[in-house]
């Protein structure tokens, strides 16, 4: 027992790095964007066939392809999002859900509807595993995934407080109009977050790819994950992501435990356990739960 | 400084609604006979046109004038067609079930509205999507549904394919007929100015007294209802069910493209649009998956180019309404000191 | 050359006309106060100055250089600051991060987070507090020391004693001395008519979007202002309106 909640924990460092992008974009552009899964599995596909056919590693192939997700980001927030959050708050919902249906269907036209995985094209790290006390064997991905996800929202954390750019930003997320008056280029601030935000979900995309098989129609579940992991969580800090992602993980391994079918249904049971706790006990909406905090 | 000088004149059905009115008696009288002329494959093609109208309707009902937009109405339509199932495997007649599930989904949609409704714009979507994830994952537990192996509703089997095929046309026919008049009853009376004000600005409606969520439920309800007679509706046309193919978000998507190629927020739009999404399924919807990427992109381009779809703009270059669900205010003259623009003008007089 | 030049700007906020043809100029290191009852277009002209909104007609000149068209952002690095109504102050981050803030896009110069503190020795405690839990008056300061942090050579100042206790006021309009004495060119829209007369050298009184009076600050009594303030007085005619 002790070793599925290890591998439930681990299992919410995926959560937390699936999470933290959406949780990053919603906070500052105030956009939940509905393609966010899609783009993951985009970001999986373009990693299989750069190792399928040209025999990149995946881990190299990230080096092409989270630069792609940087761009695909800027573009995203420039041509579309901008674009459509001058329409009102409903109105990016409508646009991104479009576009996860065309990002899904062209990786359906160009690839099939076969299940493809980077596990092939990573050697032995899928299935090696370190031996803790008390035998319990831990995945070395696992643990990388793990690991990255700790630095990826360490990273965001400190760039977010520390440096210029991301004092720009959360001066944009708070009120934009006003960062334009004391200098911020708001429009150009918003575009870097988006930018960001792709690049972890390239990241995701890639271990996505890595720990298990994914079809041209998985983005629907990877999106679902996501604000799961980041509506639990995000109390309060970018680290609320990972908590979340883990409560997700470690209820949807209760739930495998429970019932064959009970991994899915551990995960959406849980979610919805906390936002009615959390709806009856603030009487807040959720935009505040989602919040990230800027410093805590 | 004023801005209406002049006196407004106020108005609520025109010589064009008037023959609207009229016309649509005529088109629904016209329906009702059709099976009699058309081949086997039409009339299931025209059960499939009204089913439709009924999700865009239900939808447009919801995100239009609720200002509630959902990414999980699947949930209704799946559990439509799986009460239907149960229902009729509990001995009730096939028929009366369709009808009976549409009651227990929109029953069932009372409490979820409760905890639902609480949550804003995208929250609300994607919540409303986690709902359909989960029913879905529940329907499949059923010994009955064999998971996503399915089941059929066998008992409607008693009854030949013609009778069968025409007692679904005229069912379906007379479910949008009385959806789209409920809709255009409560958009007309007493609630609809409650629904108009909520759709316009949610914040101020409240601050003036109207019930924004004893409004937003009863079209949380009414959607619920809706498409859940149009899941059944549909489970009787196919007679089959499975899980994956009524709790596909695809469903979610069609409504989606129907409502914003039609108008969104305007009554006769979802129905243009639904007729729209019809003729475009007739032609293409043999080309597959880019099918449906034409339709994820024109719903990007709408989105972003005419979000108030092919109706509203129509309506907003012609001052064109045929069934009006509001008041217009039409104005003599505007205030000399400012010229207003035309889209100003628009927003001021024909706020419905 | 003016530093500033304003010409036939008007404004809008959708149907309403917020300033209806404004003109003035503004030399290097005069302080011009704007005074006017309460919606008669001051705020609007100068968030306009800022950036803040876009004229529907008119031009803007900064040096001689066409501003109209350019977004606020970028009028930071060209030299103007302003310190809007209500001090807008991101109160989700701390008073350095504000004051570093106005550091983005500013011009070279040599206002630093220590000089400010030496300005407003009162904030030196609050320097890492969260802006949102200050007093008004340490609001006020960091919102004027984010403004100067971008070394502006025009500086706007929106109702800067608004909601502040008197004491604290007089500190804020002593800091603003030591401003105008180092040569800083200031708008300033301000309530208190007194103050105004005393700090600036030259007066605009608006009137429903419209320069009703405008003379030197010294040479300008206070009844003339106060009867344009009312609408009683009229710039060419002299005439009383019906």
């Known amino acids: 027992m002790s070793n599925q909640i290890i591998q439930g924990i681990l299992l919410g460092g995926y959560y937390a790095l699936i999470a933290c992008g959406l949780s990053f974009m919603f906070s500052v552009m105030r956009i939940i964007n509905l393609a966010h899964g899609s783009l993951a599995v985009f970001s999986a596909y373009a990693l299989w066939w750069l190792a399928s056919r040209y025999h990149v590693s995946p881990f190299v192939g990230l080096l092409i392809v989270l630069p792609l997700m940087a761009a695909i980001g800027w573009a995203l927030q420039r041509f579309l999002l901008e674009r459509s959050a001058r329409g009102g708050a409903l109105l990016p919902i409508l646009t991104t859900f479009g576009l996860a249906i065309v990002i899904d269907n062209l990786l359906f036209e160009q690839f099939g509807a076969d299940t493809r995985s980077l596990a092939p094209y990573i050697g032995s790290l899928s299935y090696d595993s370190w031996e803790w006390p008390g035998s319990i064997y831990v995945g070395k991905l696992a643990v990388m995934m793990f690991a990255t996800a700790i630095v990826l929202l360490g990273g965001l954390q400190l760039f977010l407080t520390h440096t210029r750019l991301g004092r720009s930003i959360r001066a944009t997320s708070e009120d934009p109009d006003t960062a334009g008056l004391v200098g911020v280029d708001a429009r150009r601030a918003n575009a870097i977050a988006a930018a960001i935000a792709m690049v972890t979900v390239g990241l995701a995309g890639a271990f996505l790819g890595m720990r298990a098989t994914f079809d041209p129609y998985a983005g629907a579940p990877q999106l679902l994950f996501a604000f799961e992991a980041a509506v639990i969580g995000g109390a309060g800090s970018l680290w609320g992501t990972l908590i979340g992602g883990i409560v997700l993980a470690l209820a949807q391994t209760l739930g495998a435990q429970v019932h064959p079918q009970g991994f899915l249904i551990g995960g959406h049971a849980v979610f919805l356990v906390v936002l009615f706790v959390r709806l009856s006990a603030s009487g807040l909406g959720l935009r505040d739960l989602l919040r990230l905090g800027k410093t805590s | 400084m004023s801005t209406l000088a002049t006196m407004p004149v106020i108005e609520r059905g025109t010589a064009t609604s008037r023959i609207a009115a009229m016309a649509v008696a005529l088109i629904i009288a016209l329906l009702a006979i059709a099976p009699q002329f058309l081949s086997a494959g039409s009339v299931d093609r025209m059960t499939a046109l009204f089913i439709y109208v009924i999700l865009a309707a239900m939808w447009n009902a919801l995100a239009g004038f609720g200002g509630l937009v959902s990414v999980g109405q699947q949930v209704f339509f799946g559990l439509g067609a799986y009460f239907a199932i149960r229902l009729a495997d509990a001995g009730l007649n096939p028929f009366l079930a369709l009808f009976a599930s549409g009651l227990v989904v929109g029953v069932v949609s009372i409490p979820l509205s409760l905890f639902m409704l609480r949550l804003r714009n995208g929250e609300f979507a994607i919540g409303m999507w986690v709902i359909a994830a989960l029913t879905h994952l529940l329907v499949n537990l059923d010994r009955l549904v064999q998971g996503e192996t399915g089941t059929s509703l066998i008992s409607l089997n008693v009854y030949d394919a013609g009778t069968r095929r025409a007692t679904i046309y005229w069912l379906a026919l007379a479910s949008m007929t009385a959806l789209l008049a409920i809709l255009f009853g409560l958009l007309r009376g007493s609630t609809g100015a409650a629904i108009r004000a909520i759709r316009d600005n949610e914040d101020a409606a409240a601050s003036v007294g109207v019930r924004v969520t004893g409004t937003k439920r009863l079209l949380f309800v009414l959607a619920a209802f809706g498409i859940g007679i149009a899941g059944a509706l549909w489970l009787a046309t196919s007679i089959t069910f499975q899980p994956k193919t009524y709790f596909n978000v695809q469903w979610t998507a069609y409504m989606i493209f129907m409502v914003l190629v039609g108008g969104i927020g305007t009554f006769e739009g979802a129905i243009l649009g639904a007729l729209v999404f019809f003729l475009i399924e007739t032609w293409f919807g043999g080309t597959g998956v880019w099918y449906l990427v034409g339709l994820g992109a024109t719903a990007v381009v709408f989105s972003l180019f005419l979000p108030r779809g092919l109706w509203g703009t129509i309506e907003e270059r012609f001052g064109l309404r045929l069934l009006p669900v509001g008041y217009r205010v039409r104005l003599a003259a505007a205030d000399d000191d400012v010229t207003p623009s035309p889209q100003q003008t628009t927003m001021h007089q024909e706020k419905a | ?242």
């Not at chain 3, 300008?220 to 009383?240: D, M, N, P, Q, W």
Request: glycine fraction near 10%.
């Open chain 3, 1 to 242: 050359m003016s530093l500033l030049s304003v010409e036939n700007l008007v404004v809008r906020h959708g149907l309403l006309q917020a300033v209806r043809g404004v003109s003035f100029t503004i030399e290097r290191g005069e302080t011009l106060a704007l005074v006017g009852a309460n919606g008669a277009g001051k705020t609007t002209l100068l968030r306009a100055i800022a950036g803040a909104h876009q004229p529907a007609a008119g031009r803007l000149l900064l040096d001689g250089a066409n501003l109209t068209s350019v977004p606020s952002h970028r009028r930071v690095g060209m030299g103007i600051a302003l310190v809007p109504e209500g001090r807008k102050l991101f109160v989700q981050m701390t008073v350095e991060e504000n004051l570093l803030l106005g550091r983005t896009a500013g011009r070279p110069g040599d206002w630093s987070v220590d000089k400010v503190l030496d300005m407003f020795p009162n904030l030196k405690p609050r320097r890492h507090a969260r802006t949102g839990h200050l007093s008004g008056g340490e609001q006020q300061a960091t919102a004027i020391g984010r403004a100067l942090m971008s070394n502006p050579e025009l500086l706007l100042l929106d109702e800067v004693s608004l909601g502040l206790s008197p004491l604290i006021v007089d500190r804020v309009y002593a800091a603003l001395q030591g401003l105008i004495a180092s040569g800083t060119t200031i708008i300033l829209v301000e309530q208190d008519l007194n103050r105004a007369l005393a700090v600036s050298d030259r007066v605009i009184c608006m009137l429903e979007g419209r320069v009703a009076l405008e003379g030197s600050s010294k040479a300008i009594s206070r009844e003339e202002v106060t009867k344009a303030y009312f609408g009683l007085h009229r710039k060419s005619s002299g005439s009383v309106p019906a």
